[in-house]
């Protein structure tokens, strides 16, 4: 249930799934897809002070993990499907400056993409709740939802090239 980044990192790391329900970073996999009606500067203004906020936090706590989790929201978290955002995850393997793919082994075989749609990507990991067993550990779905309906699973390992 385990995902390696290995290739062109500096830091070859890997990320275990299971633990992702606790994360304060995932996302409802119905909410990922839902665009922002915000004008563009605003959007980037939003985006530079929450890239300061994160670095800001993630000084003091690796990784942001939910701190309790009240009975309610332990209900709530069995009736949702999650995804993560790879980007953070890309950032701290380090890929080396002429890192242009990646290359995702899946159960169905090899899978190329362009490292940057790698980085605009989330991971469905949970589905209602519980790890995803079939066509798993993780599942990859662009952030656009261009592949929302046939998103690329069985992601057993991530190789940078």
Do not use: C
């Not at 990192?9 to 606790?22: A, G, N, Q």
């Not at 003091?60 to 980007?87: A, G």
């Not at 400056?97 to 169905?108: E, G, I, N, P, Y």
């Amino acid at each position: 249930m385990i995902v390696p980044i290995t290739g062109k990192v500096t830091y070859s790391i890997t990320m275990d799934p299971t633990v992702w329900i606790f994360d304060d970073r995932k996302i409802i996999l119905e909410d990922a897809f839902i665009k922002k009606d915000t004008p563009q500067e605003q959007d980037e203004l939003e985006k530079a002070a929450e890239r300061f906020n994160q670095e800001i936090y993630q000084q003091k706590i690796k990784p942001p993990v939910n701190k309790s989790i009240s009975r309610f929201e332990r209900e709530n978290i069995l009736k949702h499907s999650y995804v993560m955002p790879i980007e953070d995850f890309l950032g701290h393997a380090e890929p080396d400056s002429d890192a242009q793919k990646a290359v995702l082994k899946t159960s169905q075989g090899e899978v190329e993409i362009p490292l940057q749609d790698l980085q605009a990507s989330y991971l469905l990991f949970a589905i209602d709740g519980k790890p995803v067993t079939d066509e798993g550990p993780v599942q990859l779905y662009y952030r656009d939802g261009t592949n929302k309906e046939n998103p690329i699973k069985g992601i057993s390992k991530i190789e940078i090239i």
